[in-house]
């Protein structure tokens, strides 16, 4: 996470700012809310933990620790639904609207405009982790042939609902052209690599999932001949140089903060 753009979000807590209403969108295992507890000394407030997915809801809410939750005065009521679903179902408004790494699985032109609306006036707007354009491995093979692949691999987030590999700096200027004041922005990249020849656990398997992600696409979308012959072999190389500790991902991503 880009720390210039929290402290951002600490300087207003440190001014006044108390959120009592609190909606994590796309919230996944409550990444957003462990960081809160963690690095903040907010209490008193609901959060709203929103997710398709019932089973990470579920994981959420049986991993936090209900006697801190209970001294601090939080309660958690998660909500399952999709995005569309939720707009249609629900008006209230928010305090403090949080996000991580979701704003690219949604279309920003059709759903953006409602979910700023769902920020009340001197509440905030913060999103973290929203992808934008690189997704480059190291060491370099072809040149050519890992731009095919990097261009194959984005073009797949077009066209499915969703905002695209560009989603980052689509969302700054959607909040730019808004009723919302951005307060700070700022990457926050990410480099992955074995630290002194080795990946921890989570990082192997995170680099296993993005090939696989990969060649899930090749298979869905790579029709271009020259796709067709370079990507086996390309795909080959990436996976042997993770299993030798040699791969390195580089993506790119943005924090931003905005007010109402």
Same mark, same amino acid.
């Given at each position: ?37 963690? #690095? ?11 997710? %398709?997915? &019932?089973? +990470? =809801?579920?994981? /959420? *809410? ?91 691999? #984005? ?11 560009? %989603?980052? &700096?689509? +969302? =700054?200027?959607? /909040? *730019? ?84």
């Amino acid at each position: 996470m880009n720390l210039r753009v929290w402290n951002r979000f600490i300087q207003e807590l440190e001014k006044g700012f108390h959120p009592t209403k609190i909606l994590d969108l796309g919230a996944g295992n409550g990444s957003f809310l462990e960081r809160l507890l963690k #690095h903040t000394e907010l209490r008193d407030f609901e959060y709203v933990p929103l997710d %398709a997915d &019932r089973e +990470l =809801l579920d994981n /959420l *809410l049986h991993t936090q620790d209900q006697e801190l939750l209970r001294r601090r005065g939080i309660r958690i009521r998660p909500i399952q639904a999709r995005i569309e679903t939720f707009l249609e179902q629900h008006n209230q408004s928010w305090d403090l609207l949080i996000s991580n790494a979701f704003f690219d699985l949604i279309n920003l032109d059709q759903w953006g405009p409602s979910l700023f609306s769902l920020v009340q006036p001197g509440g905030l707007f913060y999103s973290t982790l929203l992808f934008d354009g690189v997704t480059t491995f190291l060491p370099p093979l072809d040149p050519k042939t890992d731009l095919l692949v990097e261009e194959m691999y #984005h073009q797949s987030m077009q066209g499915r609902g969703q905002s695209g590999s560009r %989603a980052g &700096r689509t +969302l =700054l200027a959607k /909040l *730019l052209s808004s009723d919302l004041t951005v307060l700070e922005a700022g990457p926050s990249d990410w480099v992955i690599y074995a630290h002194q020849g080795s990946y921890t656990e989570g990082e192997r398997q995170f680099l296993e999932t993005i090939l696989d992600f990969h060649q899930s696409v090749f298979e869905e979308n790579g029709s271009d001949p020259e796709l067709q012959r370079v990507f086996p072999e390309w795909i080959y190389q990436r996976r042997a140089q993770l299993i030798k500790g040699e791969l390195v991902l580089l993506t790119h991503q943005w924090d931003l903060l905005a007010k109402k």
